[in-house]
């Protein structure tokens, strides 16, 4: 809808301004963006359960996103197997108005993508997406939203951005079928291998645009026993943009033949871990009843609950840097 504004109306004025801001209102309280099961597009949810369509076509839609002032909206357009089509990021106004697409085919320098599974909009210049390369390995990368331009990529998964959007964060990338024992975790930020120690130490820098890339960790064996093999939970960035807390499950792995890989576990323990861009990481047990499956929330840049159901601990780096339980 469209209001004229005539100078020297005060009235008409007013009534266009509470138009607009009540517009405005309307969409930055719309509860969500789905695709629709039955047309594959994108619907607007809103509080009171109306839906309206947003987009329409041959093409399927995915991984809708919200700009960060809510005005915009961008999603991943893919034609339907086994249709062939160019992959592109498609940005729409509120109304459903196409007003940029991004080619996703492959370049000189950059191998494109098929299939995007998330979309975030990073400021009023980057778009990030995350793009699926098979079922250990994505691509992470940020595109300029004026000139379409791929600025930056990073392989690996879980990423995770600062509450900035200033650094990321993210798990390294391991081969695909790799056995049990090269699935060991390692975390990344900006290119840059933080945790475990070991995996700083083995780190190598890749050619091109990906930042460091970790081959296989070297874990130790001994007489058939690998010992120190990481596994993460998700990662929860510190108010301060420069850390991130986790929870590091490590064990020791020996084959058992014909049984399941998880069978061949021994000595499990686990890890409150906090690592980042400014300090050698620090870590310490967790309580007995928690699991990975707890959750870390930040209280101030060195403080910090652990939540295990209905229960909580608190935590504190002191500041020497190193991580305690707080009494």
């Not at 109306?9 to 509860?31: M, W």
């Not at 600062?162 to 900006?190: E, N, V």
């Not at 807390?245 to 020996?254: G, S, V």
Request: with cysteine.
């Amino acid at each position: 809808m469209i209001y004229r504004r005539h100078t020297g109306n005060a009235k008409l004025c007013g009534l266009f301004l509470f138009l607009t801001l009540l517009a405005l209102s309307c969409f930055a309280s719309a509860q969500s963006l789905e695709i629709s099961s039955e047309d594959q597009q994108v619907w607007l949810i809103w509080p009171d359960g109306r839906c309206e369509q947003l987009t329409s076509g041959p093409q399927n839609a995915g991984a809708p996103a919200w700009s960060v002032d809510h005005q915009l909206i961008a999603f991943f357009r893919y034609c339907p197997a086994p249709v062939q089509c160019t992959p592109r990021i498609v940005v729409i106004d509120q109304g459903g108005n196409v007003l940029k697409e991004f080619s996703l085919n492959a370049t000189s320098d950059w191998e494109g993508c098929n299939s995007v599974t998330n979309i975030d909009f990073l400021d009023s210049k980057r778009i990030g997406f995350d793009c699926h390369i098979n079922p250990s390995l994505g691509e992470y990368t940020t595109m300029d939203f004026g000139t379409g331009q791929m600025l930056q990529h990073w392989l690996g998964f879980a990423f995770t951005w600062s509450p900035d959007k200033s650094h990321l964060a993210y798990h390294g990338w391991i081969p695909h079928f790799s056995p049990p024992y090269g699935h060991s975790s390692y975390l990344q930020i900006d290119g840059r291998t933080v945790y475990p120690p070991d995996a700083i130490a083995g780190a190598s820098i890749s050619e091109g645009q990906h930042g460091a890339k970790l081959e296989m960790h070297s874990i130790e064996e001994s007489s058939g026993l690998y010992r120190n093999i990481h596994e993460f939970s998700q990662f929860f960035w510190a108010p301060d943009n420069r850390k991130v807390a986790l929870i590091d499950r490590i064990y020791d792995w020996k084959e058992v033949k014909n049984q399941p890989e998880n069978i061949g576990e021994r000595n499990v323990r686990r890890f409150i871990v906090i690592a980042g861009l400014d300090a050698e990481s620090t870590t310490l047990p967790m309580l007995k009843r928690c699991n990975a499956q707890s959750k870390i929330e930040w209280r101030s840049d060195n403080e910090l609950d652990l939540l295990c159901g209905a229960e909580s601990a608190r935590y504190v780096i002191n500041k020497a840097g190193i991580l305690e339980k707080s009494p």
